[in-house]
Structures are given as C-alpha cells and as structure tokens.
C-alpha cells in the first residue's frame, strides 16, 4: 500500500480519493438509465480517477462487467483496435483458459498472436492487422465478443479526442454504428481538448452528434477538499492549519493534481506542524526541481510568445490579453502580435480559458513565471 495519502497517480480506492458525489451520483444514473455520457474537464482535474471511482463502486461492480480503455497512445485505427482490443478481452475475461478459447472464437478468421506479460499479468494479443478493412473486420468481431458478454457492460473510453486525429476519415461513423446497437452497453466517453471533444459530439454535422450525455467536471469544492486534506494529514498524527490549508488551495487554485502534489510533497517532509510557510517552501522546492522543464518550453516558444505567456503568469491570468493597459505594463507589442500568440499558446495547450480569463494551463509553471523579472 502507499504510505503517503495524497495520490498523484492513478486510482486506488475511495479512501485516497476526495468527494465527487454529485458526479459519481450523475454518472452511475446515467449507467443505470441506459444513457451514454461524455466527461469534459481541463487535464488533470480528475476525469481518470472519477471514471475508475465510479467503476469501482459496488452498484456498479455487482451489476456490470466494466472495461476501461485509455487512447492517449493511438494516432490511427489500427492502434485503437489493438488498445481498445486488447483492453475489452482482458477485462471481459478473467482467467487465461477464457480468454485464449474467446480469442479463439472471435477471432479465429484473423490469426491474432496471443502472448503473456509476466510483468503486467495482462495478455498481449496482437491482432496482425495489415489494412484498414482487417481493422474493421477486427473491431466487428470485439463488439460482437462484447455483446457475447453475460452481464451489460460499461465501457470507458478516455482521451476520445484521439480520434479526431486519426488519418481515417471514417472513424467516427464507423464507432458511432457499433456503439448504437450495443443494446447491452453503457459508454463513458472522456477527455480534455474541449473543442475537439465537444465538436464531436456537439456539431450537427458529425456521427455522435447529441447522442451522449455531457458531463463537465468542476474543481472539487473548497470547503470538502479543505476537510480532506486536514483529516488525512490529522489520521497520520500530524496537523495543517486552516490558513496553510487555504494557501493551497489559493495558489493551485484548486486545480486537482496540483493540490495533490503539493500535499503529497508536504507529506513527505515529515513535518508535524505545518504552517504558510511550509508550504511556501515546499512549493518553492517543487518549481526550483521542475525548473529543467520549464526552461525547455521557453525555447519553443517565440520571444513574443514568450512575453505574453509570463505577462499572463503574472498577473494570474488576464482576461483581455489586447488591452492597451496591459500590452503596456508588459511591452507587448502590437494587437495582432498578441491575438496569434494567443492562438499558438492555445493550440500547444500552454494557456486556457477559465471564466473568460487566459490561465497558464500548469500552475506550477505560472507560478515559476511569476518569479522571473
Ligand atoms: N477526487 C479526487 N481526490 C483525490 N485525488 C484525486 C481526485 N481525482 C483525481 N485525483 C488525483 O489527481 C490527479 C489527476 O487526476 P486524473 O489523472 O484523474 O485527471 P485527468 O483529468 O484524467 O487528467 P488528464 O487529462 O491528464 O488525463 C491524479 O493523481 C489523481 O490520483
Ligand atoms: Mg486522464
């Protein structure tokens, strides 16, 4: 077991994870009314370790058979055969006798390989596709290997934006069709480019339009996250003051895995009194450990870029980048310089848009900004 309460990764049980009621309540109804649903949030406000929550409570796990499939890593359809593939067979089918005769069945046409990783105790199967009909062929026969499923299942794709940037153009369409007739399957779809996640399921024009649920996700509330942090640090026969507790949450603006950072590191220093100041000094530890990185997205950055990125930092995020006074505080140059760097930051998902104030996306990053001169 990890001995530090505060996660920065993955998922372990309700004990290290902090409210999400109403979303969990949200999205098991959805389940359980037989509606599929779309989870849209920044990156790392929680949208994996909501989803594994919600798969891991016991109305979920006595009715269901849950498949959870991340598609960070595929970039054409192949790839997301084999994940997707690979992730359904071994969730559906627990044991190796199983899965080998499932294979077997399913799959017999297309002569997949089927290996074991004594590492992960996943099975690897390599599916040999070599165009995009056998990958079409292939998916046929996973959504007919989960439609064979004795239980309805609840299939969780993460990082569905993926597939707007697959090179096949039909993709959508083609996933649209299966999921439709998969009377036995409730789907969770999730992700955090909000546009190309929302285009997909927002344009008239496209296969899914309108056919989920959208879920977005908030920051956890303060005052609960505020409770969380004090009662892990208080089961572990240490304290945190109202006030240290409140600086966290401030400076990370309650963004989830920087709070989770922050406090796991505080945790770590073994302190038994922590004050403003602990904090201060860890954060200052965490920028200063980081700096490595924060050196190198300077260089791909333009200096104009640059500028307006650090000017952003400074001021905790700005909402109308293209006004004179700001422009003039930060010499920033001209309007139109500043609306394409807007994009570019945008688009190499550096700053976002949060109630209609800029932010840089990272927030240790915007802190480590506001120290520069
Ligand atoms: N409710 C919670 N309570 C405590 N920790 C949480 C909670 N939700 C998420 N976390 C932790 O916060 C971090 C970020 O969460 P997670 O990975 O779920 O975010 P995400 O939105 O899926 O991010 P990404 O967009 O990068 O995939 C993880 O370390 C996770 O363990
Ligand atoms: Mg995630």
Same mark, same amino acid.
């Given at each position: 077991?990890? &001995?530090?309460?505060?996660?920065?990764?993955?998922?372990?049980?309700?004990?290290?994870?902090?409210?999400?009621? %109403?979303?969990?309540?949200?999205?098991?109804? #959805?389940? +359980?009314?037989?509606?599929?649903?779309?989870?849209?949030?920044?990156?790392?406000?929680?949208?994996?370790?909501?989803?594994?929550?919600?798969?891991?409570?016991?109305?979920?796990?006595?009715?269901?058979? !849950?498949?959870?499939?991340? %598609?960070?890593?595929?970039?054409?359809?192949?790839?997301?055969?084999?994940?997707?593939?690979?992730?359904?067979?071994?969730?559906?089918?627990?044991?190796?006798?199983?899965?080998?005769?499932?294979? &077997?069945?399913?799959?017999?046409?297309?002569?997949? !390989?089927?290996?074991? @990783?004594?590492?992960?105790?996943?099975?690897?199967?390599?599916?040999?596709?070599?165009?995009?009909? +056998?990958? +079409? =062929?292939?998916? @046929?026969?996973?959504?007919?290997?989960?439609?064979?499923?004795?239980?309805?299942?609840?299939?969780?794709?993460?990082?569905?934006?993926?597939? *707007?940037?697959?090179?096949?153009?039909?993709?959508?369409?083609?996933?649209?069709?299966?999921?439709?007739?998969?009377?036995?399957?409730?789907? %969770?779809?999730?992700?955090?480019? &909000?546009?190309?996640?929302? #285009?997909?399921?927002?344009?008239?024009?496209?296969?899914?339009?309108?056919?989920?649920?959208?879920?977005?996700?908030?920051?956890?509330?303060?005052?609960?996250?505020?409770?969380?942090?004090?009662?892990?640090?208080?089961? /572990?026969?240490?304290?945190?003051?109202?006030?240290?507790?409140?600086?966290?949450?401030?400076?990370?603006?309650?963004?989830?895995?920087?709070?989770?950072?922050?406090?796991?590191?505080?945790?770590?220093?073994?302190?038994?009194?922590?004050?403003?100041?602990?904090?201060?000094?860890?954060?200052?530890?965490?920028?200063?450990?980081? $700096?490595?990185?924060?050196?190198?997205?300077?260089?791909?950055? *333009?200096?104009?870029?640059?500028?307006?990125?650090? /000017?952003?930092?400074?001021?905790?995020?700005? #909402?109308?980048?293209?006004?004179?006074?700001?422009?003039?505080?930060?010499?920033?140059?001209?309007?139109?310089?500043? =609306?394409? #760097?807007?994009? !570019?930051?945008? !688009?190499? $998902?550096? %700053?976002?848009? $949060?109630?209609?104030?800029?932010?840089?996306?990272?927030?240790?990053?915007?802190?480590?900004?506001?120290?520069?001169?």
């Amino acid at each position: 077991m990890v &001995k530090n309460p505060f996660l920065v990764k993955g998922y372990i049980s309700s004990e290290y994870f902090c409210n999400r009621e %109403i979303e969990t309540n949200k999205i098991i109804s #959805a389940i +359980e009314n037989g509606r599929d649903l779309t989870l849209i949030s920044p990156r790392r406000m929680g949208k994996t370790g909501l989803i594994l929550h919600v798969l891991n409570q016991n109305i979920i796990k006595e009715k269901y058979y !849950s498949v959870y499939c991340d %598609i960070y890593q595929t970039q054409n359809l192949n790839d997301f055969v084999t994940v997707f593939g690979n992730a359904v067979i071994n969730q559906l089918e627990k044991t190796p006798d199983r899965m080998l005769r499932k294979v &077997k069945r399913f799959f017999s046409g297309l002569a997949p !390989s089927f290996s074991f @990783n004594p590492l992960t105790f996943q099975a690897e199967i390599d599916f040999k596709i070599i165009n995009t009909k +056998e990958a +079409e =062929n292939t998916l @046929n026969q996973i959504f007919s290997l989960i439609k064979d499923s004795k239980r309805p299942v609840v299939l969780a794709i993460d990082e569905f934006q993926q597939i *707007t940037g697959y090179p096949e153009k039909n993709v959508e369409a083609l996933l649209r069709t299966h999921i439709q007739r998969m009377t036995n399957t409730r789907v %969770i779809f999730s992700g955090s480019s &909000k546009h190309l996640l929302a #285009a997909i399921f927002s344009d008239y024009n496209r296969p899914f339009y309108q056919s989920t649920q959208l879920l977005t996700l908030p920051k956890i509330d303060k005052s609960d996250y505020s409770e969380f942090i004090s009662r892990k640090f208080g089961n /572990a026969k240490r304290s945190i003051n109202e006030d240290a507790v409140m600086h966290i949450l401030d400076i990370t603006r309650t963004h989830t895995y920087y709070v989770q950072y922050l406090c796991n590191r505080l945790f770590e220093s073994g302190k038994r009194k922590i004050s403003v100041e602990d904090v201060n000094k860890t954060l200052l530890g965490i920028l200063y450990e980081n $700096e490595g990185y924060y050196y190198s997205y300077r260089n791909l950055l *333009t200096e104009q870029q640059f500028l307006l990125l650090k /000017a952003i930092g400074k001021e905790n995020g700005i #909402a109308q980048p293209s006004s004179k006074s700001f422009i003039q505080k930060h010499r920033l140059g001209t309007t139109s310089t500043i =609306n394409s #760097a807007i994009k !570019s930051l945008i !688009s190499k $998902e550096l %700053i976002f848009k $949060e109630d209609n104030k800029y932010l840089v996306y990272d927030v240790f990053f915007s802190l480590w900004l506001k120290l520069l001169y």
